[in-house]
């Protein structure tokens, strides 16, 4: 069974950071690609940041300089350092695999950003 659990969001005031994470189980890990998504209130979901199964990353215009993914390939988790915290980061992170074994998108339940100005 595939599951991702997400952890580490909170209040926060502009300018400041929070570091959130992603634990994976039910997948080979090192072989999956991940994602981090966010969905603020009244907006589409939109994509934040990904990892490789090498960890090659790519940024959304919106977080490049200030968001960093990294992988742990030993701890089957996967981090997104928030730096420079801004409001409109306020939104519900989550992240994302795609199993091709199986081929379906799973998704953890979400964490909740707020970030006060």
């Known amino acids: 069974q595939v599951r991702l659990v997400e952890s580490g969001g909170g209040l926060v005031q502009a300018e400041g950071s929070l570091r959130l994470s992603c634990a994976a189980s039910?997948?080979?890990?090192?072989?999956?690609?991940m994602d981090w998504y966010r969905q603020a209130p009244g907006k589409e979901r939109e994509w934040v940041a990904s990892?490789?199964?090498?960890?090659?990353?790519n940024y959304a215009d919106s977080v490049k300089g200030r968001f960093t993914i990294v992988r742990d390939n030993a701890e089957n988790t996967v981090y997104l350092q928030m730096n420079s915290l801004k409001p409109e980061d306020t939104a519900v992170y989550y992240c994302?695999?795609?199993?091709?074994?199986?081929?379906?998108?799973?998704w953890g339940q979400g964490t909740q950003v707020t970030v006060s100005s």
């Open positions: 994302k695999t795609h199993v091709r074994a199986l081929g379906s998108d799973y």
């Open positions: 039910g997948i080979i890990f090192r072989f999956n690609a």
């Open positions: 990892t490789s199964s090498v960890g090659s990353t």
